[in-house]
């Protein structure tokens, strides 16, 4: 089945301790992105990647870090994370289109199912 | 720069249209227009490409006016299972190779 999956769904941590948010689709897309969810503000971007080893910060990149050395995963790294990014995070892919011989990305976004993450 | 929705919220009986508006500020290549359930991931509905494109999807159809930087969704004959919050994401540029930025969102209840 044709999906992207985020691990885990809920996380409960301390200030300061290190974690990871995995994101993995096997839909061989490139585009891949990051965005927090909370009320009132919508959904935000935090990191985006366009392909394998690129990388760019969204509208939130502080206190975030992401790598995508395969196409498939695009980890979300919280080196120290605080009360304020406690969220609703989404990971997200898209396939790169070809219009007119030119690349673009007008498809839809795969979202994954959501890790809700809260840091005392 | 996230594009802005409006209204914030609708409420509808069943039977009844609502109208969501999606502005922005810059230049777009595309709108896209999602919906999601409570706790669940946003739900893809349809994109729509500069040129004034308009596009259906049962009773929810969408327009584009690439001038105005706006975009609306219209749904008709609201059904109890349309309830949630509608985002909309824009692209900005030429090339449509960009990355997607969302409003704020509509939270719309249809009730019996």
């Known amino acids: 089945e044709a999906q992207v999956t985020q691990n885990p769904r809920y996380l409960i941590t301390v200030t300061g301790k290190k974690l990871t948010v995995t994101c993995s689709q096997n839909?061989?897309?490139?585009?891949m992105s990051w965005y927090r969810q909370d009320p009132g503000l919508g959904l935000r971007q935090i990191y985006y990647s366009m392909n394998v080893e690129v990388t760019d910060k969204g509208d939130v990149p502080e206190g975030y870090k992401v790598s995508r050395k395969e196409k498939r995963n695009f980890p979300l790294i919280l080196e120290s994370p605080s009360p304020n990014q406690t969220s609703l995070y989404f990971c997200?892919?898209?396939?790169?289109?070809?219009?007119?011989?030119?690349?673009?990305?007008?498809?839809?976004?795969?979202f994954g199912n959501g890790t809700r993450l809260t840091v005392t | 720069q996230q594009p802005v929705q409006s209204p914030q919220a609708v409420i509808l009986r069943e039977g009844e249209d609502a109208v969501i508006n999606c502005s922005s500020s810059k230049a777009l290549y595309s709108v896209h227009w999602y919906r999601q359930k409570h706790g669940e991931a946003p739900v893809f509905l349809m994109i729509l490409l500069k040129g004034g494109e308009q596009k259906g999807h049962e009773k929810i159809s969408a327009s584009f006016n690439e001038k105005k930087q706006q975009s609306s969704l219209y749904l008709t004959a609201s059904q109890l299972s349309y309830s949630g919050t509608y985002f909309c994401g824009t692209e900005i540029g030429d090339s449509g190779y960009s990355t997607l930025t969302f409003g704020k969102g509509t939270m719309l209840l249809v009730s019996p």
């Open positions: 839909m061989n897309h490139e585009y």
């Open positions: 997200a892919s898209r396939p790169t289109l070809v219009r007119d011989g030119m690349s673009s990305y007008n498809s839809p976004l795969h």
